[in-house]
């Protein structure tokens, strides 16, 4: 199943993962549900017993920290950044996504992380 955070408006890809008001979750047997998050105030711990919980494969965003990636990735998550101009999740172009890696992801995992100046 692929997870997409999202805005309130349950159209527009949410800038943050754990944090985004809802998810929409897309699978080829249930089809397109949105449900909110309503662990987005929880702590990562609790935030990742949820998501344990979801059997979600893959997930599509438009940034998350180093440590939430590793602990995706530990759970066997495949993690996709977005184009940051795609605005609508309907919109998203997988060949225009990137796959973080363990090789890659100190590059795209800055959230929450001050870059060096």
Same mark, same amino acid.
């Given at each position: 199943?692929?997870?997409?955070?999202?805005?309130?408006?349950?159209?527009?890809? *949410?800038?943050?993962?754990?944090?985004?008001?809802?998810?929409?979750?897309?699978?080829?047997? *249930?089809?397109?549900?949105?449900?909110?998050?309503?662990?987005?105030?929880?702590? *990562?711990?609790?935030?990742?017993?949820?998501?344990?919980?979801?059997?979600?494969?893959?997930?599509?965003?438009?940034?998350?920290?180093?440590?939430?990636?590793?602990?995706?990735?530990?759970?066997?998550?495949?993690?996709?950044?977005?184009?940051?101009?795609? /605005?609508?999740? *309907?919109?998203?172009?997988?060949?225009?996504?990137?796959?973080?890696?363990?090789?890659?992801?100190?590059?795209?995992?800055?959230?929450?992380? /001050?870059?060096? /100046?």
């Amino acid at each position: 199943m692929i997870l997409i955070p999202l805005n309130k408006d349950e159209k527009t890809i *949410s800038p943050k993962f754990r944090k985004a008001d809802r998810f929409v979750f897309l699978d080829a047997d *249930s089809g397109i549900v949105v449900e909110d998050n309503n662990f987005k105030d929880a702590k *990562s711990k609790e935030f990742f017993e949820y998501f344990k919980t979801l059997n979600v494969d893959k997930v599509f965003l438009k940034g998350l920290g180093l440590p939430t990636f590793q602990k995706l990735d530990k759970m066997g998550v495949e993690v996709f950044v977005i184009p940051q101009d795609t /605005k609508l999740y *309907s919109h998203i172009d997988i060949a225009k996504c990137t796959k973080i890696t363990q090789d890659n992801a100190s590059e795209f995992c800055i959230l929450g992380h /001050k870059k060096d /100046k």
